[in-house]
T-cell receptor, first 111, second 115 residues
Framework: AQSVTQPDIHITVSEGASLELRCNYSYGATPYLFWYVQSPGQGLQLLLKYFSGDTLVQGIKGFEAEFKRSQSSFNLRKPSVHWSDAAEYFCAVGPDDKIIFGKGTRLHILP | DTGVSQDPRHKITKRGQNVTFRCDPISEHNRLYWYRQTLGQGPEFLTYFQNEAQLEKSRLLSDRFSAERPKGSFSTLEIQRTEQGDSAMYLC?????????????FGEGSRLTVL
């Protein structure tokens, strides 16, 4: 069965600093991978996805993620965070008929 | 495109009562999913429909839970004889699966509080 591990429950970065959120997955075949963001009182919004092809994927809001098969990882990155990026971030793994989510990483931004 | 809508957004009920949540997916989407999210956790898969057929149910979905999607349009999730442990956010998502791939579009959720 597939699973997702997000090792960091909370991360705090200063506004303007770079960000990397970690995600490790377990899946027997080539996975579909996703990052979603959830702001307080809001639904989950898709940031980016990987289905196949280029292992570096670009998403919305300046985020990118890199699929590394050898490390079973799909880490999310942003070169310079903004105060509006404070939210909870979820990594998820497919196939599409049963997408499994990690427990999330809450991002805090220092002014 | 109005997105995925869920109703009600909030529901407070007493233990033992029945509750029903409704989800209206994006109209052209062929799959509909229900997830549950508790505080500090990620969404947990409950069940999903391909058109009107319910294709998979999680072990989390006890006999008190039932989901339907009549005519492959909106879906309902009913919880009978609610328990305090049912308190959670119930999320609905839909997707358009083409050649086996697609992404989930989520509604804003229905928050259930069982007193």
């Amino acid at each position: 069965a597939q699973s997702v591990t997000q090792p960091d429950i909370h991360i705090t970065v200063s506004e303007g600093a770079s960000l990397e959120l970690r995600c490790n997955y377990s899946y027997g075949a080539t996975p579909y991978l996703f990052w979603y963001v959830q702001s307080p009182g809001q639904g989950l919004q898709l940031l980016l996805k990987y289905f196949s092809g280029d292992t570096l994927v670009q998403g919305i809001k300046g985020f990118e993620a890199e699929f590394k098969r050898s490390q079973s990882s799909f880490n999310l990155r942003k070169p310079s965070v903004h105060w509006s990026d404070a939210a909870e971030y979820f990594c998820a793994v497919g196939p599409d008929d049963k997408i499994i989510f990690g427990k999330g990483t809450r991002l805090h931004i220092l002014p | 495109d109005t997105g995925v809508s869920q109703d009600p957004r909030h529901k407070i009920t007493k233990r033992g009562q029945n509750v029903t949540f409704r989800c209206d997916p994006i109209s052209e989407h062929n799959r509909l999913y229900w997830y549950r999210q508790t505080l500090g956790q990620g969404p947990e898969f409950l069940t999903y429909f391909q058109n009107e057929a319910q294709l998979e149910k999680s072990r989390l979905l006890s006999d008190r839970f039932s989901a339907e999607r009549p005519k492959g349009s909106f879906s309902t999730l009913e919880i009978q004889r609610t328990e305090q442990g049912d308190s959670a956010m119930y999320l609905c998502a839909s997707s358009l699966i083409i050649a086996g791939v697609g992404e989930l579009f989520f509604g804003e959720g229905s928050r259930l509080t069982v007193l």
